[in-house]
Nanobody, 129 residues
Framework: QVQLVESGGGLVQAGGSLKLSCAAS????????MGWFRQAPGQRREFVSV????????KYANSVKGRFAISRDNAKNTVYLQMNSLTPEDTAVYYC??????????????????????WGQGTQVTVSS
């Protein structure tokens, strides 16, 4: 069973930066599209960013475009989310996810919650004003 483990969350002041990491337990995940989602209290889980298996294509939610950057290191089975210029509206639990349906397809960058098969436990990001 694939396991995804997020790390790097924490408390940061508005305008600050954090870098999240998501480590996968199996090598096969390096061939999958990987994404980040977030969920604030009382709100639905929302798409943040996605990256194709070799990182050729990426997509971002409009709310984070220009501030967040997704990347991956397949040799380490790890995906990252660099978050800059954070605002209190970015406060949420951030989840890493993997989609196994189209392996080794650099045109595949899913953005729907339902497309992803594996999920991490989440890491809390809190941005103070």
């Amino acid at each position: 069973q694939v396991q995804l483990v997020e790390s790097g969350g924490g408390l940061v002041q508005a305008g600050g930066s954090l870098k999240l990491s998501c480590a996968a337990s199996e090598r096969t995940v390096s061939s999958y599209a990987m994404g980040w989602f977030r969920q604030a209290p009382g709100q639905r889980r929302e798409f943040v960013s996605v990256i194709s298996w070799r990182g050729v294509r990426t997509k971002y939610a409009n709310s984070v475009k220009g501030r967040f950057a997704i990347s991956r290191d397949n040799a380490k089975n790890t995906v990252y989310l660099q978050m800059n210029s954070l605002t209190p509206e970015d406060t949420a639990v951030y989840y890493c996810a993997a989609d196994r349906s189209n392996p080794m397809n650099d045109n595949y960058v899913p953005q729907l919650f339902s497309a992803f098969d594996y999920w991490g436990q989440g890491t809390q990001v809190t941005v103070s004003s």
